[in-house]
Nanobody
Framework: QVQLVESGGGLVQAGGSLRLSCAAS????????MGWFRQAPGKEREFVAQ????????YYTDSVKGRFTISRDNAKNTVYLQMDSLKPEDTAVYYC????????????????????WGQGTQVTVSS
């Protein structure tokens, strides 16, 4: 049974930083592509970032490029999302995702392209 458990969300002022973590179990983490999505109230779930199994290939949605960094520690079965220069529009529930694939060069911007999801962690950015 695959489990993804997010942590690190919270309330932060605009311009601040947070680091989200996602601990994975039940899958071969080092062979899995990992990602982060977010969903704000009344909006669809939105792609944020994706990281290849090796950590060598990343994708970001345009609105977070230069501010967010996705990374992974395969020894700890954990993926991270470092979020800097946070804005009120970053407020959302953030979800960790996983897909059992080592394919490179394939971006997965739609939720339907991912098999496994965490329960989400709330990030609130005050102005």
């Amino acid at each position: 049974q695959v489990q993804l458990v997010e942590s690190g969300g919270g309330l932060v002022q605009a311009g601040g930083s947070l680091r989200l973590s996602c601990a994975a179990s039940g899958l071969t983490f080092s062979r899995s592509t990992m990602g982060w999505f977010r969903q704000a109230p009344g909006k669809e779930r939105e792609f944020v970032a994706q990281l290849s199994w090796s950590g060598g290939t990343t994708y970001y949605t345009d609105s977070v490029k230069g501010r967010f960094t996705i990374s992974r520690d395969n020894a700890k079965n954990t993926v991270y999302l470092q979020m800097d220069s946070l804005k009120p529009e970053d407020t959302a529930v953030y979800y960790c995702t996983a897909q059992r694939t080592q394919a490179l060069g394939v971006i997965r911007p739609k939720p339907s392209l991912w098999s496994y999801w965490g329960q989400g962690t709330q990030v609130t950015v005050s102005s």
